[in-house]
């Protein structure tokens, strides 16, 4: 079967984000006064062939904890779509 994943990986709340603050920072004296908060992250979108979307769900998340995303800075999510 195959399925495409939609990553999110965004940096940990907990930490700061300088290249969203720069981002908030260059909107906020462009008058984008409502802003008050930005976070930068990256979206990554994968297809992929797998048996069920059980073990396309472990390739992704395997994939996410090794290369995709730096566990001690980042989180990720993602949305598996069969296609």
Do not use: W
């Not at 700061?16 to 979206?43: C, S, W, Y």
């Not at 979108?45 to 073990?55: F, N, P, T, V, Y």
């Amino acid at each position: 079967m195959k399925f495409r994943a939609e990553i999110d990986v965004m940096p940990l709340k907990e930490l700061l984000d300088p290249q969203g603050k720069a981002v908030e920072h260059g909107l906020q004296k462009m008058n984008f006064t409502e802003v008050d908060d930005v976070r930068i992250g990256k979206h990554i979108s994968i297809k992929l062939s797998a048996d069920s979307k059980e073990a396309a769900t472990t390739q992704v998340e395997n994939a996410c904890k090794k290369l995709l995303a730096n566990p001690i800075m980042e989180g990720y999510k993602f949305e598996l779509i069969q296609e």
